[in-house]
């Protein structure tokens, strides 16, 4: 975890950088740099959350070729990356951040075909004259642009950004209650997309940018000859690597345990003397049994608090998040503060799964409507399903639709056209998930993580697992029993018990707030996240803008 802002500026007096902001990202070591290109003057910072390479070194890094370089986050197949890339030049550190720079050196901008991992970079190329920006497959690293006559602005947190930030409307907002695309509550301010970068090698690509999408997750290329003993065997196989891979050698990594299939997983192959739970025993919810089953042995730690806890935090949480987002965040901000506490540096958790594999209850009941229209016997009632549940379109957009008015239901169904894809109604919406309600999950996890110093590692977003639930049968993944069920095979195959593998009941980072704010339950009954969002909402503008 560590913290990247810089400007790229046609004159020679950039915008001053104020990487103070970002300390909590990265409080081993922070500065600036700046370097001349033929076209522009760029402002560079950084600070540094040391993993690996413990030692002191000089951020951003510079690099004898002509390269400097700000890198957020991790590129786990650095070893394997150096030693294709080791021609005799002497090595200078044990980090990621070198191989990166000669992964450039030698591929350009295909070098990010070949890195596995979660960043967001920045890269000025003095031999080539340009500056590079980048975020990872699964946007699991953010990355913040926005421009004006000073120049191009970027930042790993709005907050960070040269310019005072103002309250703009944003379209997901009123779908999902929170933003997770380009556009966001803060005017001119854009979020990098997953898989994409931004190249500049002109003044002209300084002002409205046009960001390049270098990755994907597949469409139309599902396998439908993958027999199941193949599917359970790969993601097993990937599984245990993207685990090993993400846990630091020599160094302690926690795991959370939610209680649910997913964390139970990455404990089973990780078996880290570090777990964690976040349970309500007052509330009469009670996280820590299937925890602990789920622990191999470790004691797992339970994490509480109650609704003055939540107050007390609120503010912190929502400065620290930049934009509102979900109760999610509330949990894990004292999971993180507790595993600070600890002085463990790198947590795993189990993101990734549900999208990539089919893990939500809307799946299981999509999938029944998928029956239905394949049925043979139904084939010349279209006209009746259509009656019974809208278009596909439609159907999807009403589940992700949470506007209370329904006002949101029109860019729901561009969501869903736009990010959807093709295939069946399971497929369809896993995968506008994917780039969307997903993207609030990874923001949650990296933000409530950096707020305490701590990197947050997700094993099943490793490019090989998205890439391989791109390619697996949806029958593999939602059958007539169970949602997710290749995992719930590979769990069973691990030694996950059975009161875990074969639970109906979704688990996950929750708050009991039906139980703390009686009366306040909206249409989407316990689970309705409405009055949370308007005081999470309410507290944010109070941070960002009442302040002043």
Sequence with gaps: MCGILGTISPASDPAILHTGTLSHRGPDARGNTRVTLPWCTVSLGMTRLSIVDR???????????????????????????????SDGTPWETDCDAEVLARAWERWGVHCLSRLNGMWALALCDEARGLVFLARDRAGEKPLYYTWDDRGLHFASE??????????????????????????????GVHRLGPGEYILATHPCDLGNPVPVRWWELPVGATDEGMTWDTAVDELQSLLADA???????????????????????????????????????DDGVDCMTDAQACSFGTATRPVTFGLSDLHSALPDIAWHLDSPATWTAVAQWFIAQRISQD?????????????????????????????????????????VRRVAFG????????????????????HARWLVDWYGGIGTLVERMA?????????????????????????NRSPFLDYRIMELSARMPVRHKVDGQYTKAVVREVARRLGVPLQVTDSTTKRGLFLPWSQWCSGTSGARGKWDRSSFASLLAATWRAVFFDSR
């Design 55 to 85: 030692r002191a070194l000089t951020v951003p890094f510079r690099y004898h070729s002509g390269i400097t370089l700000a890198l957020n986050g991790e590129v786990y197949n650095w070893r394997e990356l150096r030693a294709e890339l």
């Design 158 to 187: 709005a907050k960070a950004l040269p310019i005072v930030l103002q309250e703009t409307a944003c379209p997901e907002v009123p779908v999902l209650e929170f933003d997770c695309l380009e556009s966001t509550p803060f005017q």
């Design 243 to 281: 685990v090993r891979l993400r846990i630091p050698d020599g160094l302690a990594a926690a795991v959370l345990l939610s209680g649910g299939i997913d964390s139970a997983i990455v404990q089973a192959i990780a078996r880290s003397p570090n777990c964690y739970t976040v349970t309500f025993p």
């Design 343 to 383: 002085g463990i540096r790198v947590w795993l958790s189990g993101e990734g799964a549900d999208e990539l594999f089919a893990g939500y209850s809307r799946h299981r009941a999509l999938w029944y409507i998928d029956q239905a229209h394949a049925d043979p016997v139904l084939s010349a009632y279209g006209p």
């Design 391 to 410: 278009d596909d379109t439609d159907t999807l957009a009403r589940l992700l639709d949470r506007s209370t008015t329904g006002t949101g239901h029109d």
């Design 431 to 455: 995968r506008t998930e994917f780039h969307t309600t997903m993207q609030v999950l990874l923001r949650m996890a990296d933000r409530m993580a950096a707020a305490f110093a701590i990197e």
